[in-house]
T-cell receptor
Framework: DTGVSQNPRHKITKRGQNVTFRCDPISEHNRLYWYRQTLGQGPEFLTYFQNEAQLEKSRLLSDRFSAERPKGSFSTLEIQRTEQGDSAMYLC??????????????FGQGTRLTVV | AQTVTQSQPEMSVQEAETVTLSCTYDTSESDYYLFWYKQPPSRQMILVIRQEAYKQQNATENRFSVNFQKAAKSFSLKISDSQLGDAAMYFC????????????FGPGTSLSVIP
């Protein structure tokens, strides 16, 4: 297992187009998180899943954003009708459902979205 | 709601010297975890060190150590014998222990290491 994998690494799209990103978590991790990070800022929480259930969504996640995790494995994040303000790094992280000391979230390398 | 604050947007340190990055947080919970994550340029975020709130002893990982002051809600990171590879964004982060849900990040401190 090579860690959390995100695809694509970079995406350039025209304003108004739809985009979809994929995240493959570490195989034994049942929690999966999506964050958005703009240049020079800390990651902002978007949403997270435990297995296939989406447990929390941030108010940052507008109606144009949707995330899924079918079968509790990989996850997709779709942005519809992209806007220039959506340009950011989208980070995925995974962790075990914490029991004991398994508190660490492992991050992928992110997908950098540029909306032109 | 929990918040994490890092008051130093940028810091610099001479190679081989020691630097301390500051972090404060706000929470009403008594049980939680605190983390420092490192994000090198164009590379993925990795965990540097973690602290469990119920432990009074400060965590240490090789050249990295923390000063955890629970009453003051302060969690600083000390990097000793700084190396060029330490140059990165450093994020202080919080995670609730009872709910173990999302990690909340501070805005980050950009650390430069001067040869």
């Amino acid at each position: 297992d090579t860690g959390v994998s995100q695809n694509p690494r970079h995406k350039i799209t025209k304003r108004g187009q739809n985009v979809t990103f994929r995240c493959d978590p570490i195989s034994e991790h049942n929690r999966l998180y999506w964050y958005r990070q703009t240049l020079g800022q800390g990651p902002e929480f978007l949403t997270y899943f435990q297995n296939e259930a989406q447990l929390e969504k941030s108010r940052l996640l507008s109606d144009r954003f949707s995330a899924e995790r079918p079968k509790g494995s990989f996850s997709t994040l779709e942005i519809q009708r992209t806007e220039q303000g959506d340009s950011a790094m989208y980070l995925c992280a995974s962790s075990k459902s914490p029991r004991g000391k398994n508190t660490e979230a492992f991050f992928g390398q992110g997908t950098r979205l540029t909306v032109v | 709601a929990q918040t994490v604050t890092q008051s130093q947007p940028e810091m610099s340190v001479q190679e081989a010297e020691t630097v301390t990055l500051s972090c404060t947080y706000d929470t009403s919970e008594s049980d939680y975890y605190l983390f420092w994550y490192k994000q090198p340029p164009s590379r993925q975020m990795i965990l540097v060190i973690r602290q469990e709130a119920y432990k009074q002893q400060n965590a240490t990982e090789n050249r990295f150590s923390v000063n955890f002051q629970k009453a003051a809600k302060s969690f600083s990171l000390k990097i000793s014998d700084s190396q060029l590879g330490d140059a990165a964004m450093y994020f202080c982060a919080y995670r609730s222990a009872p709910s173990y849900d999302k990690v909340i990040f501070g805005p980050g401190t950009s650390l430069s290491v001067i040869p």
